[in-house]
């Protein structure tokens, strides 16, 4: 159905654009040039229109089946919460049955004076007696000893118990959190599609722009300087997702991507195996100022694509910095890469609950600290280096929407220069919306993606806005 009202939409909209043009040629108010060219606009804003509104219906369809599994999976642990409660009461009675014939038994012996086993025993007449008492105690002894056994048995059998029920109401209580948050998201899904539905074809791009669970896919990464007299830089808070990785010296660099096209971005360095393999995976135009001989035939062999900087036309030096700290480039006029690589939907909020969370701080060297505050009212981190706010050169401040500290080995290469192993497994800790979580990275082979997932495998879904990926020395 809603396939039908999209495409239904989409018929009028191109209906009343084209007869619109037809009217323009009839009457000679457009020549035929700028028809066509108006004509081929349209047709590329509703592809886009029809793109956006097939991805955001099949994130429904996702988001609905997603929940199907949770509500089995809550009935599931439901059932086996009762299951367990009812074995709970058996073995609770089995333990007062026991209880209470040990203490009948103990209050026999009390009645019957106390005496003790040796008391009883010297007590025979003679031998055989003796060996008739002496048998008499020894089923005593291990008829108490059967039932002291049982219950202790019974006693630790009631902790597991009890401890089953609390992980299994800790994990309704996971599901059912899991069960809102994707239900909230999926009414935003919708109500996305609903006002997709409603654009006319004048504001469609504006809108589209503006829906903030919609991202269009990066286009360009460019490596950042991040030495002291590179900041403030340039574009850094357009960036839509950024990693932050350790160089010689344990300096940092960043690796930062775009899908906005700033048109003053950097100062941009050169370029490390770990920042290339991250570039590859993301499938973008890789744009970096030189790099080693081993490095550039990396990129070469690996068939990376990507510009170097030095010698370029489109890069120039800002007379204001001194060199290496000044090289720039202007991303919207670059055009050495396609304008948009199409679009990816992103939820709104947390498919989960983690621990609150409303600082975070990664140590990279005695003498550079990064952290990041929760604003509620944002629903986004605020950057700091050192402890001060982080801005980018017009002054905008950055923020993280999502951000993820990868934990990774960082050894050095042949040449001595500090090198993150980005292909792999770790740990990893999570910032989302003021909740942390821990969980794992990883990354199968240099190309492949970087996955993230929560502890219990599930993959985490990022919330729409900006990423910030710390790649940090293990804790």
Known sequence: MRRFIATLTLTVILFFSFAQ????????????????QGLDDIKEEIAEFEETIEILNRDIENRLKR??????????????????QAELDRSQKRLDENTEKFGGRVRSAYMSGGASYLEILLEADNFGDLIIRWAYLQRILSRDAELITVIREEQE?????????????????????QMEAEQKNLEEQK??????????????????????????N?????????????RPQHGLSQASLVYEYEVEGRATRYLALFSALPNKVGPIRSAREHSTKLAWENNIHYIYSGASRDNLARIDEWGVNGTNALGHPSFYRDSS?????????????????????????????????G?????????????????????AKERAYKRMINGSTHRDATGSQIWARNIIVQYTEHPTDFRRRTTPQVVGQGKIDYYAMGQHFTGTWRKDSPNSPTRFYYE??????????????????PK
């Open 191 to 216: 109500n996305t599609v609903n006002t997709l539905l409603e654009l006319s074809r004048e504001n469609l791009e504006e809108e589209l722009a503006q829906l903030q669970q919609t991202e269009s």
């Open 157 to 177: 059998n009631i902790e597991n118990q009890q401890l089953a029920i609390e992980e299994q109401l800790e994990k309704i209580e996971d599901r059912r959190f």
């Open 67 to 84: 929940l199907e599994e949770l509500d089995r999976e809550l009935a599931t642990t439901e059932t086996e919460l009762k299951e367990t």
């Open 321 to 353: 910095k001194h060199a290496p700290h000044n090289l720039y480039v202007n991303l919207s006029t670059l055009n050495r890469a396609p304008s948009s690589s199409g679009s990816v939907v992103r939820p709104g909020n947390l498919s989960r609950q």
């Open 21 to 36: 043009g037809f009217n323009d040629i009839a009457y000679g108010t457009t020549e035929g040039t700028e028809k066509e």
């Open 355 to 375: 621990r609150s969370a409303n600082s975070v701080s990664i140590e990279y060297s005695p003498t550079y600290r990064v952290s990041y505050q929760y604003d």
């Open 456 to 473: 219990d495998g599930q993959e985490i879904e990022r919330v729409y806005g900006a990423t910030w990926i710390q790649i940090a020395r």
């Open 218 to 230: 990066p286009v360009y990464g460019v490596v950042f300087d991040n030495h002291p007299n590179a």
